[in-house]
């Protein structure tokens, strides 16, 4: 039984920084990849950052390099994503997916989501 439960999110204005978390509750969390997604309405989710939980590589989109961080607590088993500089185009909701693979950039290739979060960005 795999469950992804998030926290986080809300209302910021421009420029501002919020972070988001995702626990992680299975078996065996060593062997996972947990990646953060979004979406806007009528549009596919989106790749945001993905991390590998026992070597710590990490891959970002490149519309958030240099401003998202993406990060995991092994005892607390939360992936968390630092957002800074947000700007209005990173409104969306957000969601946390995991996988047994290596990070994948495509959504439909994880089997396990976590419930989702708004982010909304005024300007």
């Known amino acids: 039984q795999v469950q992804l439960v998030q926290s986080g999110g809300g209302l910021v204005q421009a420029g501002g920084s919020l972070e988001l978390s995702c626990a992680v509750s299975?078996?065996?969390?060593?062997?996972?990849?947990v990646s953060w997604f979004r979406q806007v309405p009528e549009k596919e989710r989106e790749f945001v950052a993905g991390?590998?939980?026992?070597?710590?590589?990490?891959r970002y989109a490149d519309s958030v390099k240099g401003r998202f961080t993406i990060s995991r607590d092994i005892a607390k088993s939360t992936v968390f994503l630092q957002m800074n500089g947000l700007q209005p185009d990173d409104t969306a909701v957000y969601y946390c997916?995991?996988?047994?693979?290596?990070?994948?950039?495509?959504?439909?290739?994880?089997?396990?989501w976590g419930q989702g979060t708004a982010v909304t960005v005024s300007s």
């Open positions: 997916a995991a996988d047994y693979r290596g990070i994948q950039r495509h959504g439909p290739l994880y089997p396990y």
């Open positions: 299975a078996r065996t969390v060593d062997a996972f990849t």
């Open positions: 991390i590998a939980w026992v070597t710590d590589n990490r």
